[in-house]
């Protein structure tokens, strides 16, 4: 079973997948597609007959959102630029 995600923890970036904990930025929280569904769901956004596709989009896609100047990026702030994607915004 997979973790709650924590909308405030650090997103990770895509060096960072699968590397040793040490050359992790500390605070960041690897995420899958279950923890964006739970977390979409809970949050009402968007309707669940399209969470679970957009959590499998952005599971895949998670990287394309990652911004090298935010380093304080979030799972919150990477979830909602992927919905905003989603929702042609």
Same mark, same amino acid.
């Given at each position: 079973m997979d973790a709650k995600l924590n909308p405030q923890a650090?997103?990770?970036w895509s060096e960072e997948q699968g590397a040793p904990a040490a *050359?992790?930025?500390s605070g960041v929280q690897p995420v899958t597609s279950n923890m964006i569904r739970e977390?979409?769901?809970a949050q009402g956004m968007p309707p669940p007959v399209s969470a679970e596709p957009f959590a499998t989009y952005l599971d895949q896609a998670?990287? *394309?959102f990652e911004d090298p100047d935010r380093p304080d990026m979030t799972n919150d702030d990477v979830i909602q630029g992927g919905?905003?994607?989603w929702r042609g915004q």
């Open positions: 650090l997103a990770e *050359d992790v930025r977390y979409v769901v998670w990287f *394309d919905l905003a994607y």
